[in-house]
Nanobody, 114 residues
């Protein structure tokens, strides 16, 4: 079993920055990738960014050049640095880990005001 604990959400003005953190604990060996998804009411959860155990990254087109995903293996933590935030980035952001199964964090609200 893997537990994911997110932090770092909040309210920010357009153009501002936030950094999300996701700390993993439990049976973390064997996790092949971690990432961030986001969801707004009435819409499907979408992948924002992901990073593999080897450090390869992937981003949804709408955040490329603005968001950066990184991980510190010694801390079992994944970060999402979000710059130049836009109102359309407003969502609940979920940390995700993929191993023998998928694991999800509880979600953290990000609100970007115009």
């Amino acid at each position: 079993q893997v537990q994911l604990v997110e932090s770092g959400g909040g309210l920010v003005q357009a153009g501002g920055s936030l950094r999300l953190s996701c700390a993993a604990s439990g049976s973390i060996f064997g996790l092949v990738a971690m990432g961030w998804y986001r969801q707004t009411p009435g819409k499907q959860r979408e992948l924002v960014a992901a990073i593999t155990s080897r450090g390869s990254t992937n981003y949804v087109d709408s955040v490329k050049g603005r968001f950066t995903i990184s991980r510190v293996n010694a801390k079992n933590t994944v970060y999402l640095q979000m710059n130049s935030l836009k109102p359309e980035d407003t969502a609940v952001y979920y940390c995700h880990a993929h191993g023998v199964r998928d694991y999800w964090g509880q979600g953290t609200q990000v609100t970007v005001s115009s």
